[in-house]
């Protein structure tokens, strides 16, 4: 059974950091490809940030220079560190695993920049 356990979601202050974590469990991580979407009030979900088997990343134009995505195979985990947050970037963050066409989601983490 797969399952991905995401954590490290709160509330921050603009200009402030976070670190989410997605641990996965049931299947072969090492060759998934990774990523984070999030789904804002009022939104459709977008894609974050993604990292695939071979550590190729690539963000959305609006995290580029702000968001690192990064995964340790070792721990069958993936993080997002967000720095630099805006109010803009309040959302449910969802952890996908995407294995030879099969996509897997975590039941979201709670994300909120506010002063």
């Known amino acids: 059974q797969v399952q991905l356990v995401e954590s490290g979601g709160g509330l921050v202050q603009p200009g402030g950091s976070l670190r989410l974590s997605c641990a996965a469990s049931?299947?072969?991580?090492?060759?998934?490809?990774m990523g984070w979407y999030r789904r804002a009030p009022g939104k459709q979900r977008e894609l974050v940030a993604r990292?695939?088997?071979?550590?190729?990343?690539n963000y959305s134009d609006s995290v580029k220079g702000r968001f690192t995505i990064s995964r340790d195979n070792a721990k069958n985990t993936v993080y997002l560190q967000m720095n630099s947050l805006k109010p803009e970037d309040t959302a449910v963050y969802y952890c996908n695993l995407n294995l030879l066409g099969r996509s897997y989601w975590g039941q979201g983490t709670q994300v909120t920049v506010s002063s």
């Open positions: 049931g299947l072969s991580f090492g060759i998934s490809a």
């Open positions: 990292i695939d088997s071979g550590f190729t990343t």
